[in-house]
């Protein structure tokens, strides 16, 4: 994707209806993720202003404001505002959560309506939004699989890989070198997530700089979608679901060995 159309998706990603209306125009996997990146950026980056809102929070709870409309009200997702409410009133974490699990568990069937809502309409921190993202996750790992394992090419995941001794592993460590699009490379990452900037930029921190320096080049493949102009470290090499039509070519065969 281009960052000009990705700039204004992005920007114009305020709220799940959002979501919602653009579903029939981009692909719903890529819309869930890159609403979920956007949204814990911005509560990573506003979690102890609104916090600090806690007090107040409560006590407009409790003369009759709805949880969806403080969230509205702070531009936080509805679970958070939720969770500030409730240990502010003396609930722990433990008993919030078991809440959002069961709201069933709350003696008012009022309180419990307006978890539900809350639930339902937070798309990123709800134990339904935990659970797609690890669907995605392993979607992701399967069309890996499905593509290297129709060429014939030899690997080891990260469960054979944890009795090696490294403290990094990628998803998929290939048995021997293979070729992509004329470059070497020695492993592959599979990421659900979409690859902008901020995502590529932590990847290749945590992730991808290290593998080169354990294992040598390799692919990252965003399974959503990514940037078409990412600035790529030395030796990291990225592409989106498109890959499912590439080939790989064995390094020796290549080098002419």
Known sequence: MNYDEYKELYNSLRTVEDVRKLSGQYD??????LFTQKTSREVKKNFYRVKQNSKRMLKEWTKGKSIMELSGKYRFPPILTAMFIFLEDGASKKEFWSYVNDPDLLESEETAREVREAVENDIVYSPQANIRQKERGLWGEELLHEWLDGQGIGYRTENDLRGIDATKTPDCLLDEPAVYRGHKICWVESKASFGDNTEFRFNSR?????????????????????LDDLECPEGVYVSDISVMDESLEKYGERAGG
């Open 28 to 33: 719903e996997r890529m819309l869930d993720s």
């Open 206 to 226: 945590k992730q991808l700089v290290p593998y080169t320096q354990l294992f040598g080049p390799g692919l990252v493949v965003y399974w959503v979608g990514c």
